[in-house]
C-alpha cells in the first residue's frame, strides 16, 4: 500500500503545488487505485507518473470546493481514452453526481465505461467492498460539507507455523488446511493438534485516516484513532490559528496534535498555502515536529510506502 500525493496545495494552483489529490495505491492488495479529491488538472499530475487511469475504480471526495472537485470531469473524460472500460465510482456529498453530469452533457462527452456515483449520508457511515475492504467516514468542520475517509484493510491471518510442524512428519496436504484453519486434528497415531498451536498471530489491516478540509473537530478524533497514516491539511501556520478558525481551516499545530492524541504513527500534512515556499515550509514543518515527531511536509509527487503492522 503506497500514498501518492499529485497535489498538495491550497485554494489555488502556484508554480511549486497543484490542487488537492491523492493516490491510494493499493495494486498489490487490490489491483487497484483509490482516488481522494480530484482537484484541477489533476489529469496532467498524473502524467508525470507511472499511473494508469484504467486502475483508478474509486475517487473519493471529501467537499464540493472547486480546487478539490475541478479536474473531475477531465479525468473521467480522458479515462475512455485510456483503456479505462471497467466501473468507475464517485463517492461524495450531495450534489457531486449533478456537477459531474452536468460537465459531460455540455461537453456531450460520452464515456466508454460504467459511471456510478454514491452520495453520502451527511451523518457518515459505512462503505463495504471486496475482500472485507472497509471505508468509514464521517462529516468534519468546515462551513460545508466535508468528509474524512478512514480506510480499514481487513486482517490477515498468521501463517502456518511449518518448522513446529516437522517433528509429527505430517505430509503436505488437507492436513495442513485444517490447522491453517485453526481446527483441531487428529493424526492417524491418535496424536491430537489444535490449529491454534500452529498458527502465528493474525496480521492487522493498515489503518489510514485522510481528512477533507476542516478546523478541529471530535470527528476527526473518531476517524485519526490508532492509525498508520494519517492525511491532515495544514492550510496556515500555528500564529495564525485565528485565521485558520475563520476561514475553517487548520493550522500545523493543530494536526500535529490531533495526531498525537489519537496515538497516529505518521502523519503527512498537505493542502499547504501558497504563501508558504522553502524556509517558510521548513518552519511549518518545525512547528508541528514540536508537539508531534513523526511528521512529514508532503511536496506534489512525493510517494510513501505505508508500512505493516503486527499485532504483538
Same mark, same amino acid.
Given at each position: 500500500?503506497?500514498?501518492m500525493?499529485?497535489?498538495t $496545495?491550497?485554494?489555488?494552483p502556484s508554480?511549486?503545488?497543484?490542487v ?10 487490490l489491483?487497484?487505485?483509490w482516488?481522494?479529491d480530484?482537484?484541477?488538472a ?7 507518473t507511472?499511473?494508469?487511469p484504467?486502475?483508478?475504480?474509486k ?8 480546487d ?8 473521467v473524460?480522458s ?8 466501473p468507475l465510482?464517485?463517492?461524495g456529498?450531495?450534489g ?9 452533457k455540455?461537453?456531450?462527452t460520452h464515456?466508454?465505461y ?9 451523518? %457518515? ?5 471486496n475482500?472485507?475492504?472497509?471505508v468509514?467516514y ?5 462551513g460545508?460539507?466535508?468528509? %474524512? ?5 481487513p486482517?490477515k491471518q $498468521?501463517?502456518?507455523?511449518?518448522d ?5 512428519n505430517?505430509?503436505?496436504?488437507p492436513?495442513?488446511?485444517q490447522?491453517?484453519?485453526r481446527?483441531t ?9 489444535? %490449529? ?6 493474525n496480521?492487522? $489491516?493498515?489503518l489510514v ?7 478541529p473537530?471530535?470527528?476527526a ?12 491539511? /495544514?492550510?496556515?501556520?500555528k ?5 485558520a ?9 493543530? /494536526? ?11 502523519l503527512?500534512?498537505?493542502h499547504?498555502s /501558497? ?12 512547528? /508541528?515536529?514540536?508537539?508531534?515527531k ?9 510517494v510513501?510506502?505505508i508500512q ?5
Amino acid at each position: 500500500m503506497k500514498l501518492m500525493f499529485l497535489g498538495t $496545495g491550497a485554494g489555488v494552483p502556484s508554480r511549486h503545488r497543484n490542487v488537492s489529490s491523492l493516490a491510494l495505491m493499493l495494486l498489490d492488495e487490490l489491483n487497484e487505485i483509490w482516488l481522494f479529491d480530484c482537484g484541477e488538472a489533476t489529469q496532467h499530475q498524473i502524467l508525470k507518473t507511472n499511473l494508469k487511469p484504467r486502475k483508478i475504480t474509486k475517487i473519493f471526495i471529501t467537499h464540493l470546493h472547486g480546487d478539490h472537485i475541478f479536474g473531475l470531469p477531465g479525468l473521467v473524460s480522458s479515462r475512455s481514452f485510456q483503456g479505462g472500460d471497467d466501473p468507475l465510482t464517485i463517492y461524495g456529498p450531495r450534489g457531486i453526481k449533478q456537477y459531474v453530469l452536468t460537465s459531460l452533457k455540455i461537453s456531450r462527452t460520452h464515456l466508454s465505461y460504467p459511471l456510478n456515483f454514491v452520495e453520502l449520508d451527511p451523518k %457518515g457511515g459505512q462503505l463495504q467492498f471486496n475482500k472485507g475492504w472497509k471505508v468509514e467516514y464521517l462529516p468534519l468542520d468546515h462551513g460545508v460539507l466535508s468528509f %474524512g475517509y478512514r480506510i480499514i484493510e481487513p486482517f490477515k491471518q $498468521g501463517e502456518l507455523l511449518i518448522d513446529k510442524l516437522k517433528q509429527y512428519n505430517i505430509p503436505s496436504g488437507p492436513i495442513y488446511g485444517q490447522l491453517k484453519n485453526r481446527q483441531t486434528v487428529t493424526l492417524e497415531d491418535g496424536t491430537v493438534l489444535d %490449529g491454534n498451536d500452529f498458527v502465528g498471530p493474525n496480521i492487522r $489491516g493498515h489503518l489510514v485516516a485522510i481528512l477533507g478540509d476542516t478546523r478541529p473537530h471530535r470527528n476527526a478524533e473518531v476517524l485519526a484513532k490508532d492509525v498508520d497514516v494519517l492525511v491532515h491539511e /495544514a492550510t496556515f501556520e500555528k500564529d495564525e490559528s485565528k485565521m485558520a478558525r475563520n476561514y475553517f481551516h487548520s493550522t500545523t499545530q493543530q /494536526a500535529a496534535l490531533l495526531a498525537k492524541k489519537c496515538d497516529v504513527k505518521e502523519l503527512f500534512l498537505t493542502h499547504i498555502s /501558497a504563501r508558504y515556499m522553502g524556509q517558510a515550509c521548513q518552519q511549518l514543518l518545525k512547528e /508541528a515536529k514540536e508537539t508531534f515527531k513523526n511528521v512529514h511536509l508532503v511536496s506534489d509527487l512525493d510517494v510513501y510506502e505505508i508500512q505493516r503492522v503486527e499485532d504483538e
